[in-house]
């Protein structure tokens, strides 16, 4: 869905002024917001998840591969305008427009990783970049780099942004993430003209004493006759050990195998009884009424269990038989129903009574982590500009990693790169994205999701405006090679979203 806005006369044109008026536009162009990490304990949980094991997870992360490349020739001409004047906000180092006086291209502080763990339980990554805020805790990035589009969960999980990133190192602390905030249209129908997000942080936070690998896994000895002692004990726990990962899991007890009981009232052939309960059949019942035990809907009071196997009659055999055979009316019985060759019916009743303990399993990581303050003022923030003419030069900065079409790996992600070009209109239409703009840039896509196009960069200062973010890249020449990046056009609802963010306190989280 796209909103159509009544536009009078559109100014265009070079950045005038540090305060513009703001554009008229409804609260419901910008999304709920929502939580990513809303306690600090919940933050200090994801800070320990990155710094454990010696920062392995932040190694092994892979480039976030979620509409990355697109075939040849599957970028157009688009149709993105401004719905407004043209606008900013300032920089964390000048509130008027930026001037470049340098020739060389001294990289941004701004600029990092966000990492976190996809849809498919493993660790990813995406380029983003610090943008100047009330309280200087803002991060811009793709919005598919923060919502989770593949498995329609709402956020992706254990989000951190890492500026300055660098092969395992966090040189300016890690950053938690706290809410995130995006356009209506791209978390409710995830069109691609609004396919940007801005999350608030936490202040960083660094290792201090002891090792960042001092993790043991870790299973409490005690049991709990009740859920909610082994909740207070867990709670108990996450007060003494930052990054403490436990569960509370339930641990049935067996007391006895399965005997074979046989009323004296029925006459039953052995054989038949052992048919009744072989193996398969046994494991099968056991494991059903061990979930169910679990879930609390069946009754324990002693530690036995068994099968009695009887005779029954054709008629209750076959209401049976359309169920596979079993009955399980009782939340503590399964019944199975059985034909045998003699033109007689058993059935084989599984009963159980169990004694149901609960214990706590978990991790802890023995780091301790210090307050290194806010993004802001460690790194600063880039401006942003909104209804910009197009045709204007952008620089592009990220970490874009792997090969182009035609196989060549011209870049690995492990270090922060640069491309330089005038924006154009464009549109791609798969995305649901035909207001989009794009730039000449041979980043190839996975990594490079997210990057920050800056604006009337000061390479002196380190600073500019945002302008844009990688949403998708793609090779449209088609000779192979990655030649465009494609992002949102920053108009007046980019605006909205990022003032909706941009007044929100995060504070510390130890």
Not at 20 to 36: K, Q
Not at 133 to 141: E, F, G, H, I, R
Not at 170 to 196: C, L, M, Q, R
């Amino acid at each position: 869905m796209k909103r159509t806005l009544t536009l009078g006369g559109i100014a265009v044109g070079l950045l005038a002024t540090a305060v513009v008026a703001s554009p008229a536009h409804a609260d419901s162009d910008v999304a709920p917001p929502v939580n990513l990490a809303n306690t600090n304990f919940a933050a200090k949980q994801v800070a320990a998840f990155w710094y454990g094991q010696n920062m392995a997870n932040l190694v092994n992360a892979t480039p976030y591969a979620v509409e990355t490349t697109l075939p040849t020739k599957h970028v157009s001409k688009g149709g993105a305008s401004a719905d407004s004047k043209p606008g900013i906000v300032g920089s964390s180092g000048d509130k008027k427009a930026s001037t470049g006086t340098s020739k060389n291209v001294n990289l941004p502080r701004t600029v990092g990783k966000v990492f976190f763990i996809g849809a498919d339980k493993k660790p990813h990554w995406c380029s983003a970049t610090a943008v100047q805020s009330q309280y200087k805790n803002l991060v811009a990035t793709a919005g598919h780099c923060v919502y989770d589009t593949k498995s329609n969960k709402a956020t992706l999980d254990n989000w951190v942004f890492i500026p300055g990133y660098y092969q395992g190192k966090a040189p300016w602390g890690i950053y938690v993430g706290k809410t995130a905030y995006t356009h209506d249209d791209f978390s409710v129908f995830e069109d691609g003209d609004k396919n940007y997000a801005f999350v608030t942080v936490y202040n960083g936070v660094q290792v201090t004493g002891g090792s960042v690998d001092k993790v043991k896994n870790w299973v409490d000895n005690r049991t709990f006759e009740t859920k909610a002692d082994a909740e207070k004990a867990r709670k108990e726990l996450e007060t003494k050990e930052t990054g403490f990962a436990g569960r509370i899991v339930s641990r049935i007890d067996w007391a006895h195998k399965v005997p074979l009981r046989t009323p004296d009232s029925t006459k039953v052939d052995a054989s038949v009884a052992q048919i009744a309960v072989d193996p398969t059949t046994v494991n099968s019942a056991r494991a059903t009424l061990e979930a169910q035990a679990k879930k609390g809907t069946s009754t324990y009071d002693d530690k036995t269990w068994g099968v009695v196997v009887s005779r029954t009659s054709r008629t209750e055999f076959e209401k049976y038989q359309a169920n596979g055979g079993w009955n399980s009316a009782d939340a503590k019985e399964q019944t199975a129903y059985y034909f045998a060759k003699d033109n007689a019916w058993y059935k084989a009743t599984f009963w159980g009574n169990f004694d149901v303990d609960y214990r706590l399993k978990g991790k802890i990581v023995n780091i301790s982590l210090k307050d290194v303050g806010t993004l802001g003022s460690n790194v600063g923030g880039q401006g942003l500009a909104y209804n910009q003419k197009i045709g204007s030069p952008v620089f592009v900065f990220g970490y874009p990693s792997g090969a182009h079409l035609d196989g060549n790996y011209a870049f690995t992600g492990k270090t922060l790169k640069w491309s330089y070009g005038k924006t154009f209109k464009a549109a791609v239409p798969s995305m649901k994205a035909e207001e989009v703009i794009g730039v000449k840039s041979s980043f190839t896509g996975e990594g490079s999701l997210g990057s920050a196009w800056l604006y009337r960069y000061s390479s002196a200062k380190r600073l500019g405006y945002l302008n844009g973010v990688t949403i998708t890249v793609s090779d449209t020449d088609g000779n192979k090679r990655i030649d465009t990046s494609v992002s949102p056009y920053f108009d007046g609802e980019t605006y909205a979203v990022y003032k909706a963010a941009a007044g929100n306190w995060s504070g510390k989280i130890v």
